[in-house]
């Protein structure tokens, strides 16, 4: 199987003939299917921008979505309305919405989208403010102290949603591939070839995703679990067990590309 993967695409910079050289990008690769690992695009043009990309590339698309995408929007809203619009659409499918996919006997799928939740580096001290904290409902008028407690919820729902679908996956695959936006660990958060500061880590980073990914792949060390994650627009691999490797991709506003092509057995 030969599956193409992207990260933060943002279309909605992109105007229609710099999004349709994007696509052919992809067609060009004869790929079975897609991944998406977030920031597609902004919540108001999302499902429009997704549409037009599957109908373009005409194999099924497998996404999680990023921090951009609820951007002028509420998180469980546009996940609510992303995950029922999903089922009505062919070739389309929300992977924070579904357990896991197989993709070959040997392969599954599973993602989540992941959020920054604080708990690396140092947030206290962080003069970081992301635009998040403006545009997403969640975050408006929430003062520093909320905004973590938020952080720290978005973080453990995705841990434990990712718990119970990756322990299913475990029990009956050789390979595992996990799908989300923010890297699970400060090793994978990438920026000019080394690791982000502790000013970053707070917001590109997932503590919570990460831990649970060293515990269910060590109780299940002969499966191997590939991380496919971006946010941080630098690419970059790190191993952080001989069974559990995360690829961060990298990424330019208005020139999107593809990150990888994988070819799966």
Sequence with gaps: MRIVWATDIHLNFL????RADFFESIRSEHSDAVFISGDIAEAPCLQELLREMQQAIDVPLYFVLGNHDFYHGSIETVRREIQA???TQSGLHYLSALGPIELTPKTVLVGHDGWGDGRFGNYEQSPVRLTDQELIRDFQGLNRDAVLAKLHALGEESATYLRAVLSEAL??????ICLTHVPPFKEACWYQGKMGNDDWLPFFSCKAVGDVLMEVTQEKSATKVTVLCGHTH?????DMLPSLRVITGSAEYGDPCISDVLEIS
Excluded: A, M
Aim: hydrophobic letters at 20%; charged letters at 30%; glycine letters at 6%.
């Design 234 to 238: 630098h690419s970059g691999t790190v």
């Design 171 to 176: 029990e009956s695959y050789d390979q595992v």
């Design 85 to 87: 619009w999903c089922l």
């Design 15 to 18: 105007r229609p003939r710099k």
